[in-house]
């Protein structure tokens, strides 16, 4: 992949990080009892902490001291 690609799947990646923010707090602050959905919400969301941590780094230059 290119640069410019990894910095738009970069950019894709944020905007559904932020998407599945917003839903778990829609969730948890209805009070419904789908804690299983939540769960399952948080868990795709550290993937994508993680997708995000993997595209950044490739992105960062490596810097000898």
Same mark, same amino acid.
């Given at each position: 992949?290119? %640069?410019?690609?990894? @910095?738009?799947?970069?950019? &894709?990646? @944020? *905007?559904?990080?932020? +998407?599945? #923010?917003?839903? =778990? #707090? /829609?969730?948890?602050?209805? $009070? $419904? !009892? +789908?804690?299983?959905? *939540? /769960?399952?919400?948080?868990?795709?969301?550290?993937?994508?902490? +993680?997708? =995000?941590?993997? *595209? %950044? #780094?490739?992105?960062? !230059? #490596? =810097? =000898? &001291?």
């Amino acid at each position: 992949m290119t %640069e410019e690609e990894l @910095r738009k799947r970069l950019t &894709a990646l @944020r *905007v559904e990080h932020r +998407d599945l #923010d917003a839903a =778990i #707090d /829609a969730l948890t602050s209805t $009070g $419904g !009892p +789908d804690q299983l959905q *939540v /769960a399952r919400l948080k868990k795709r969301k550290l993937l994508l902490k +993680d997708q =995000i941590a993997m *595209v %950044e #780094d490739y992105l960062t !230059p #490596d =810097i =000898i &001291a």
